[in-house]
């Protein structure tokens, strides 16, 4: 199937009629020696006599030159093509070329094979395949071509594209893609409304997105188009579908992520991420036997596998994924693993690891619902009826592993914690113990090598006994011996006899693994050792290279010097390249270790390092980002440089990267009243990362570190900290979530607090935001107002970035009080002075308040053109929010052009992208612009439905859009009234 790419000749006829030699284009000639080609390619090498070919270009009426025409088309097409390839046979013409040469052959060959790859089983498979052979087409098939051969093969290719597409938007929904799926129907089907294939697989796309309503509606759309068009009844699959939709039959909500087990609905993803086995494991004999049979056995295991009085390093981690290994062949859907951090300040979300198990089986991420509930039901659809082994490592307690537990028939947990889980409801409990001396001996030798341990066998048990025979111990040591060469065995065991190289809760506690760390800690050099101990300080997931170096106080390479020797002998992890990460136990070592070995001002010395570097990275991303902003100039200063950017696409990676462990160095800044000097740069921080906030994507995590900042700033009394964090949780109150009210009291809070501090950024934006409040109120004088004192301020602090978007928002303002021709100018004035300051985001924002301007004043071209440029700037930000707040103004215009097909498609991609991250009354906002392009193309009770949802969020709300709602549901007949802008976007 590949064989077009080769060198040689090459055609495409899906799409306009063309020639490849190679990489070369050949001349295809007039439209009627075109036509000539398509049809002796469309004969598939046989020949075509030369009154076959007549009529197929000329039809029943051909002219008197036909037949010397023919021969001329016949004749210039074997000079571009060479004599091999066009032959003339009996007087008739045959093209001979390769099987692969042809991209109508290529498309049939890809649909052969995914048809047989979704018999098989794989779902994933066929759907690539088919969206290969989609690929291919380009347009009109045979675009220009004239003659009744052409005309009928147009209709045939177009009508089979449209059977591929159908067929590949069903493995959509199979493999969970209901959600980006919708857009693509809705237009398809106001393409084709009598087609009942593609309505049923909209209404089950619509059902699986949780959009019951608008399934029901456009059911009782079709009904009535067909009676009206037809004269029938819907086909009973479709009246099947509606009455399990009707019903919430669960069976249904059940398939968009496929439970694939059955050859007949496709095959889902299969996992396959049990780690590797360790290749010297060492006894557990009884252990592996008992629990391989009862995982292999079970209908539906529940294994928890724990450690006696939940001592570490006894080796859960290492038998359990030597026992999934050995029992996978009875779980052949797939294997799924998960570390659950149950040892960390903050042990793993259910929630989290849902999600993350649910893209492991082959669910997109806009299936996957919010909220643990929702996800764990899924999580149990997906696995219902197929056999699946989950490998739950490291669990806090019972409540953590239960949402993650299977519950069918057919799959199985296995589970390892430190703490017996008693209170989990029929699971098989395995009490682990430490090892006998004789496997602990085998697993030294096993490490160290024969030859060594055997001529000082009494040595070696010296050793494992001094480990307390605790296997995590027994590598630790033995593998350190195994790297140095000059090492006998009797020297480690004297070391290991003192016992002040041991800690006492060796004997009992959760403390007790310290002796096995302390082995490997105990011979690092004094550099090393306190790149242990200071590594494990800062709370993130995880830490890069640079920030690294930052806590240590060093530069890239002496650090990852460091650090790597660190990852040599187990007491670190390389998470990838240039990041690291502690076992969480190791973690607690080393942090006990900083207690005991670093004073507090040290230890605060180098959390105060990373937020110097965090702050500074951040600022460089956000300088790409705003060249020239005064923003930065407000900001702490910072005694450690951080990372340089030389594209806005390298800064917001790293923003957008990093964002876990930077909103985690806030966060902990925060929980630490007694360092006050920290929290100035940790606002800072946020005020400079507040893309995270406005993309939605770290909407949750944002709002907890602004809130905490402003708890402890308060407590400390800082007025100008204070301040700035209550700008930043207003900001994000009333963005995400539409809570109004809250917000401007954490304004009115802001502004008070920066004129008690003499803060020009909080004096600035405070304002500002107040006026974003009351703009999404439509109290618009209030708005008005409240952006005049912000401008003043930005003004007094020179700060010509804030002048620009305060311009931009003054003319959202002028749309709202009925000044048309002022909202353009001001919009224009916006646009002229981000594009001055290379702004990008904020660029984007500006051309997306000017676009309402004149989608007010009815220059909808000129709108649609802003939009265009705005969605652009969006993406490259990488601002899903706004990106589909950009969708869906522009799916506004063309409603008003009546355009209305693509008006759904585009508001479907919106309700997508903003989903529950921008607030409830624009997600309301674009339900109302999609009803209406519904209600455009015929789809009337699917609007309605969408109209039903945004009335009842406006009504919650308590918007003034809720009436323009009730008006349109109270038409018997809703006609699309012009566009109306609904200004709280």
């Given amino acids: 199937m590949d064989g077009g790419t080769a060198p040689g000749l090459r055609f495409a006829l899906l799409g306009p009629v063309r020639a490849w030699r190679g990489e070369e284009t050949l001349p295809a000639g007039s439209p009627q020696q075109r ?8 004969r598939g090498g046989r020949t075509a006599t030369a009154d076959e070919l007549i009529d197929a270009l000329w039809g029943e009426a051909p002219p008197d030159s036909a037949l010397a025409a023919l021969r001329t088309y016949a004749f210039r097409l074997r000079k571009v093509l060479g004599a091999d390839a066009l032959t003339s046979e009996s007087g008739g013409y045959a093209l001979r070329t390769g099987a692969d040469t042809l991209d109508v052959t290529r498309a049939e060959e890809y649909a052969v094979e995914a048809e047989k790859a979704r018999a098989g089983g794989e779902t994933a498979r066929a759907r690539e395949l088919l969206a290969h052979a989609l690929d291919l087409w380009d347009g009109e098939p045979l675009a220009g071509l004239p003659g009744p051969y052409a005309e009928a093969y147009r209709t045939r290719l177009s009508e089979r594209r449209l059977a591929l597409l159908e067929t590949r938007l069903e493995l959509d929904l199979e493999l969970g893609g209901h959600t980006d799926a919708v857009s693509v129907l809705t237009t398809l089907s106001a393409e084709h409304p009598l087609r009942e294939r593609l309505r049923a697989l909209l209404m089950l796309a619509l059902y699986r997105s949780g959009r019951q309503a608008e399934a029901l509606g456009v059911y009782a759309d079709t009904r009535r188009l067909l009676a009206e068009e037809l004269g029938v009844d819907p086909c009973a699959e479709l009246n099947e579908l509606y009455q399990r939709i009707l019903r919430a039959d669960p069976d249904l909500a059940a398939q968009p992520t496929g439970a694939e087990d059955a050859p007949a609905a496709g095959s889902a993803v299969r996992p396959a991420q049990l780690p590797a086995a360790v290749v010297d494991f060492t006894g557990r004999t009884a252990f592996v036997d008992e629990l391989v049979e009862e995982l292999s056995t079970a209908d539906s295991g529940v294994m928890a596998l724990s450690a006696v009085a939940g001592i570490g390093g006894v080796g859960k981690t290492t038998l359990a994924v030597h026992v999934a290994h050995a029992a996978r062949d009875a779980f052949p859907d797939g294997q799924l693993y998960v570390d659950l951090q149950g040892q960390d300040a903050r042990p793993s979300e259910p929630e989290t690891v849902l999600a993350s198990f649910l893209r492991a089986l082959g669910t997109p991420d806009a299936a996957i619902p919010e909220g643990l509930e929702d996800r764990a039901a899924l ?25 993650l537990l299977p519950g069918t028939p057919g799959c199985a947990a296995l589970i390892t914690s430190r703490v017996r889980m008693v209170d989990l409801a029929g699971a098989h409990l395995v009490d682990l113990d430490v090892m006998s001396p004789e496997e602990a001996l085998q697993l030294f030798t096993k490490i160290v090598g024969t030859e060594r341990v055997m001529t000082e066998r009494q040595a070696a048990l010296d050793v494992v006994a001094a480990c307390g025979f605790l296997p995590l111990a027994i590598r630790i040591a033995a593998s350190r011996l195994a790297t140095r060469r000059t090492w006998t065995v009797s020297v480690l065991a004297r070391k290991l006899s003192d016992s002040r190289r041991r800690l006492d809760e060796l004997k009992a506690g959760d403390l007790a693994v310290k002796a096995t760390f302390e082995l490997g800690y105990g011979q690092l050099a004094d550099h090393q050792a306190r790149a242990f101990r200071l590594l494990a300080l800062p709370e993130g997931p ?40 502690y076992h969480d136990l190791l973690r607690l070592y080393a942090r006990d270790r900083a207690e005991q070995h670093e004073t507090p001002a040290d230890r605060r010395a180098a959390l105060s390092r990373l937020l110097d570097f965090y702050l500074a990275t951040a600022a460089s991303a956000y300088e790409m980002e705003n ?25 917001l990676e790293w923003l957008f990267s990093e964002a876990p462990c930077v909103l985690a160095a806030v966060r902990q800044a925060a929980e630490d009243a007694a360092n006050g000097d920290h929290h100035r740069r940790a606002v800072d921080l946020l005020f400079v990362g507040q893309d995270l906030m406005e993309s939605g994507v770290h909407a949750r995590a944002y709002e907890q570190c602004a809130r905490s900042m402003a708890a402890v ?28 009210g809250e917000a401007d009291i954490e304004a009115q809070r802001a502004q008070l607090l920066g004129l008690s501090a003499q803060d020009l950024l909080t004096c600035s934006y405070a304002p500002n935001l107040r006026g974003l409040i009351a703009r999404d ?64 985001f904020r660029l984007g924002c500006a051309q997306y308040s000017l676009a309402i301007a004149l989608t007010e004043d009815e220059q909808l071209d000129a709108a649609l053109g802003q939009l265009t440029d705005a969605l652009a700037q969006f993406r490259e930000s990488r601002q899903p929010v706004w990106e589909g707040l950009t969708l869906f103004r522009m799916a506004e215009v063309h409603v008003a052009t009546g355009r209305h097909r693509q008006a759904a498609s585009l508001a479907d991609q919106a309700l997508a992208l903003v989903n529950d991250n921008a607030g409830e009354n624009r997600k309301a906002g674009i339900l109302t612009a999609l009803g209406k392009a519904l209600n455009g193309i015929g789809q009337v009770d699917r609007a309605r439905a969408c109209w039903r949802d945004a009335l009842a969020a406006y009504t919650t709300l308590g918007a003034k859009e809720a009436q323009q709602v009730r008006t349109l549901l109270g038409e018997q007949q809703p006609s699309v009234p012009p566009v109306a802008v609904q200004y709280a976007r």
């Fill in 542 to 581: 995880d830490i890069s290279l640079d920030a690294a170096a930052a806590v240590l106080d060093m530069d890239a390479y002496e650090a990852e010097e460091l650090l790597e020797a660190l990852v040599d002998i187990s007491l670190l992890e390389s998470a990838a390249p240039a990041r690291y990460r």
């Fill in 379 to 403: 999580y149990r659809s997906v696995l219902d009826g197929r056999r699946v082994l989950a490998l739950l490592d490291n669990a806090h307690d019972a409540a953590q592993v239960r949402p």
């Fill in 713 to 740: 700033s308060s407590q400390q009394g800082d007025a100008l900290v204070e301040g700035r964090a209550r700008v930043l949780l207003g900001r994000i109150l009333s963005w995400s979530s539409s809570r109004w």
């Fill in 777 to 840: 109120q439509q109290r618009f004088q209030d708005a008005e107002a409240y952006y005049q004192l912000a401008r003043e301020s930005f003004r007094d602090d020179q700060n010509l970035h804030g002048e620009a978007s305060v311009l931009a928002n003054l003319a959202r303002i002028r749309v709202g009080l009925g000044e048309t021709a002022l909202a353009v100018t001001a919009g224009e004035q916006a646009v002229a002075l981000q594009r001055r300051l290379e702004t990008g």
């Fill in 35 to 42: 036509a000539l080609l398509a049809a002796l390619l469309l």
């Fill in 627 to 651: 060249p020239g902003d005064r923003v930065l100039s407000h900001m702490a200063p910072t005694s450690r440089e951080g990372r340089t950017f030389t594209t806005r696409a390298e800064g």
